[in-house]
């Protein structure tokens, strides 16, 4: 069993705003950080394809984007349907 090291340490902050926009209740919150989430992600992936390191972080930060981007398109279909 090997462990791999990054020299680059891993930015929790995109976690935390991915965490946030996932677990909001309040619908009139969830889109602006959904939006400030997803920012975040960019940035950190960013920083990581310029080092080439955390091949892992940049999957999980990929699958985040995902899931951000079906969760924002599930409100605007949320909303059609009270309209």
Not at 37 to 52: F, I
Not at 58 to 63: L, M
């Amino acid at each position: 069993m090997s462990t791999q090291f990054s020299a680059v340490p891993e930015n929790l902050e995109w976690k935390q705003a991915y965490m946030a926009a996932v677990l909001e209740k309040d619908r009139t919150r969830v889109v602006d950080l959904i939006q400030d989430a997803r920012s975040k992600l960019a940035t950190r992936l960013d920083e990581l394809r310029a080092e080439s390191y955390s091949h892992d972080e940049i999957e999980a930060i990929q699958d985040a984007d995902y899931l951000l981007q079906a969760l924002q398109s599930s409100l605007s279909y949320r909303n059609d349907l009270q309209n």
